[in-house]
């Protein structure tokens, strides 16, 4: 094969990832994932492709947690985190109006890894919110909440506020 065709299948297969990973920075939300009653998670890709990262909460034995885990990373980056829980005896439409229950945070979090914070149900039914805040590579401070959910005294999920 000739040095010209090798170099143009080169371009060409580069272009082609790159065409397969575009997909990727545009996620599309669909009907069914905003109605669905049990997702208590959200999810952002970063504008350069570097780490996708969720932001979720779950609970048990009296205490619900706010957990920040970096699914995926492309490329070395450092990724600081910051996770934050917030709790309401009474339905609240933003972290603002709720009450910081604890926080936790990391300099760099690695692909696979997770950060968490906890809090205490207190034995009474809630509704609780994690906000994730993340910095890559010294980039400006970005921001991600999870829905409102309600949770049992328990711990337990109830639903979606």
């Known amino acids: 094969m000739s040095k010209i065709k090798k170099c143009w299948l080169a371009v060409c297969l580069a272009v082609a990832m790159l065409a397969a990973l575009l997909p990727l920075s545009f996620p599309a939300v669909s009907a069914a994932e905003v109605a669905a009653p049990a997702d208590t998670s ?5 504008a350069r492709l570097f780490a996708k990262l969720t932001v979720s909460l ?9 957990v920040v885990k970096n699914d995926f ?12 829980l917030y709790s309401s005896d009474e339905r609240a439409y933003d972290y603002s109006d709720m009450e910081w229950c ?6 760099d979090l690695n692909m696979g890894n997770s950060i968490y914070t906890r809090a205490s149900t207190g034995g009474k039914q809630k509704y609780w919110l994690g906000r994730m805040r993340y910095k890559e590579n010294g ?15 328990e711990g337990n999920f109830i639903s979606v506020a």
């Open 58 to 66: 779950d609970g048990e034995g009296g205490y619900v947690r706010a």
């Open 139 to 153: 980039d400006n401070w970005k921001e991600l909440c999870t829905p409102v959910c309600l949770f049992d005294a």
């Open 73 to 84: 990373t492309l490329f070395p980056s450092t990724v600081a985190v910051i996770v934050e």
């Open 102 to 107: 604890g926080t936790t945070s990391i300099d």
């Open 42 to 46: 959200a999810e952002t890709y970063a």
